[in-house]
């Protein structure tokens, strides 16, 4: 099992930069895939981002080249660099993690965080 913590929200212009991190607990944070998903009101939860074991990282069209998933496994954390925000990013932020394999899907994931606003103004 593992338990997750989002931080580095916060409120930016369009244009902007934010670096979002997710802390985990226990040993085997290595052997989880780990990504983020974002949920803005009134929309449904929708991927952002995976990073798997070995390092292969897929992301949704509305995020590629403005945002970039890490891990340190050393460090048990899971990180989103964000940049060039746009009024659109903004939602909550929330990491995941499962044991299985990778997957782009809200449902394949069995642990959560607690989540972290992500607030662009135009």
């Known amino acids: 099992q593992v338990q997750l913590v989002e931080s580095g929200g916060g409120l930016v212009q369009a244009g902007g930069s934010l670096r979002l991190s997710c802390a985990a607990s226990?040993?085997?944070?290595?052997?989880?895939?780990m990504a983020w998903f974002r949920q803005a009101p009134g929309k449904e939860r929708e991927f952002v981002a995976v990073h798997n074991r070995i390092g292969i990282t897929r992301y949704a069209d509305s995020v590629k080249d403005r945002f970039t998933i890490s891990r340190d496994n050393a460090k048990n954390t899971l990180y989103l660099q964000m940049n060039s925000l746009k009024p659109e990013d903004t939602a909550m932020y929330y990491c995941a993690a499962r044991a299985e394999g990778t997957s782009l899907f809200v449902l394949d994931y069995n642990y959560w965080g607690q989540g972290t606003q992500v607030t662009v103004s135009s």
């Open positions: 226990g040993r085997t944070f290595s052997r989880y895939v």
